[in-house]
């Protein structure tokens, strides 16, 4: 589609700001309340690659309390656990706000002329649905033309079965990225720039889509929450926290949430990252294009006609803010086999890792990096995500760190916690994809998972069947 140039409107901007409200602290969602120690490994972006890369090194989760922060580095801002009330959040697969933005004009009347970006839900939802073209800066490396693409399934922003693929080798026992970053681009606008792997990068992972409903309650988790979490979690099996960069807040630190290796913490990062490394559309938080394999061909060569940042921005926010808007994802019918299977779960110590309710922030409180305050809308939630949204090893580390790095080096091994809601609506399971079924995922849970595996195995056949209609009412 013909690239449009959206504006944003004040109304828009104020409605960003909720009002601040009072802050305390509460932890009955997550069983102990724990003082913040924040020590988590630090990564923040570089120019060179257009993700992520080293700045300090802080280990977690035990042994960095001993290490100071390298000179210069920010620390996480505190984001207290709210003391409010709550209530459940909103959930369906109805393409219908949760209050975060007005639903808008009728969907299907918005086209591209006369689609106001901010404006509403259904506007917000249609550029997310968008299908670019060259002219609007696609490629020249990408992996597809719409966010709609990878993330539609019941509605738009679910979970799919799209599966990216990165790569890259061992070497001297460090992990080298394939030339130009770990991410195969799969598509390109040329054939002569299209990425073949390299023959000696034989370090290999698929990495399938995620679901993105309920993002914006995620978002709104508190920075002190993830970390209570982690500090409650037994030691044998405690979550690693990961330090991101907000990339709208300066780079400021704060603890990840999202993407199979917690790679970022707000939802207008990671859209920029998607915008660049998904589509190969530049934006000003991410300007400089991709390569193919450490080819230039970027804006001024053959391949790409259109000069950075190629979206002023505007698109990111407008992807983001849907995000943020989508409802929860609902709940299957729950019966008396569900409710047993839920106790199970829990007893056996899936819900250790899969922590099945979590508290938003209290509205107005400060995240991201100070980038943005909770709206009402996302504010005092109570959610049932089944992640702890933490790193763990549990065996099937793809042996690609979330960066290069010595002191990534663990991460190679760790994975998120996969969130189970939704889980009904998948059927390619696991980070790669590649459990076809809930048995076959279980049945891959070892490493920090093992205890809680054998006590699953355990069960009689009919109580694991209660698990099973646990799982598929998720
Ligand atoms: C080619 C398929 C593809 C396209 C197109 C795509 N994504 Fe994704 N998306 C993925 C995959 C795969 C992941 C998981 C990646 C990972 O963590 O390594 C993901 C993860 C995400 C997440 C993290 C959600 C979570 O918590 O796990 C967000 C947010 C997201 N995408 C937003 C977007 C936006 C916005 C766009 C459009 C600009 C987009 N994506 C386009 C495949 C895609
Ligand atoms: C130590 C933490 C931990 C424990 C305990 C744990 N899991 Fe997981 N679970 C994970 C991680 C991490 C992943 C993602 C692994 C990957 O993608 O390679 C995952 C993935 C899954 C998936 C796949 C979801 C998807 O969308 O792909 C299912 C299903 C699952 N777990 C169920 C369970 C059940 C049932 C139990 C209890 C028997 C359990 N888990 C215990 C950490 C844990």
Request: charged share 20%.
């Amino acid at each position: 589609m013909k690239y449009v140039h959206r504006g944003l409107t004040t109304a828009v901007i104020a409605g960003a700001f909720a009002a601040l409200a009072t802050i305390g602290i509460s932890s009955d969602s997550i069983g102990q309340q724990a003082a913040p120690t924040a020590t988590p490994q630090m990564a923040i972006p570089s120019g060179e690659f257009n993700r992520f890369s080293v700045s300090t090194l802080r280990v977690d989760p035990e042994t960095a309390a001993a290490e100071a922060p390298a000179a210069g580095a920010q620390a996480v801002t505190p984001e207290p656990i709210s003391r409010g009330t709550f209530r459940e959040a909103p959930a369906g697969f109805d393409n219908r706000t949760n209050g975060f933005d007005p639903q808008g004009p009728a969907f299907d009347r918005i086209d591209e002329n006369t689609v106001v970006a901010l404006r509403s839900f259904n506007d917000n939802r249609f550029i997310f649905e968008e299908v670019e073209g060259i002219a609007d800066g696609l490629g020249p490396t990408y992996n597809s033309q719409s966010c709609r693409e990878c993330h539609q399934n019941i509605v738009t922003g679910g979970a799919s079965q799209v599966a990216e693929h990165r790569t890259g080798r061992i070497e001297l026992l460090q992990f080298v990225e394939s030339v130009g970053g770990s991410l195969i681009q799969s598509r390109a606008t040329n054939p002569e720039i299209f990425e073949q792997v390299p023959f000696e990068d034989g370090v290999s992972t698929l990495r399938v889509s995620t679901n993105l409903l309920g993002g914006g309650f995620v978002e709104a988790i508190p920075n002190d929450t993830l970390l209570a979490i982690r500090n409650a979690q037994p030691a044998a099996i405690r979550g690693t926290a990961l330090e991101v960069a907000v990339l709208e807040a300066n780079n400021a630190p704060r603890i990840g949430r999202f993407g199979w290796k917690s790679q970022h913490a707000s939802m207008e990062s990671f859209a920029a990252d998607a915008y660049l490394n998904e589509m190969g559309i530049t934006t000003p938080l991410l300007p400089a294009e991709n390569t193919s394999l450490g080819r230039d061909v970027s804006f001024g060569t053959a391949f790409d006609p259109v000069a950075d940042p190629e979206d002023d921005g505007v698109d990111v926010r407008a992807f983001a803010n849907f995000m943020r808007a989508t409802k929860a994802p609902p709940r299957g019918p729950i019966n008396a086999q569900v409710r047993a299977g839920d106790v199970l779960f829990n007893s056996v110590g899936c819900g250790a890792c899969h922590i099945p309710t979590i508290r938003t922030a209290a509205p107005g409180t400060r995240i991201n990096g100070g980038a943005i305050r909770v709206r009402d809308a996302v504010g005092n939630k109570i959610i049932h995500p089944y992640s702890d949204f933490l790193l763990h090893d549990i065996g099937t580390g793809d042996g690609i760190p979330v960066l290069p790095g010595a002191q990534f080096l663990s991460t190679a091994t760790q994975l998120r916690t996969a969130p189970l809601w939704a889980l009904r609506t998948r059927n390619r399971l696991m980070h790669d994809g590649l459990s076809f079924t809930k048995q076959e995922a279980i049945s891959r849970h070892a490493g920090q998972a093992t205890v809680v595996k054998d006590a699953f195995n355990a069960l009689t056949p009919a109580q694991k069947d209660q698990v099973f209609a646990f799982l598929d009412s998720l």
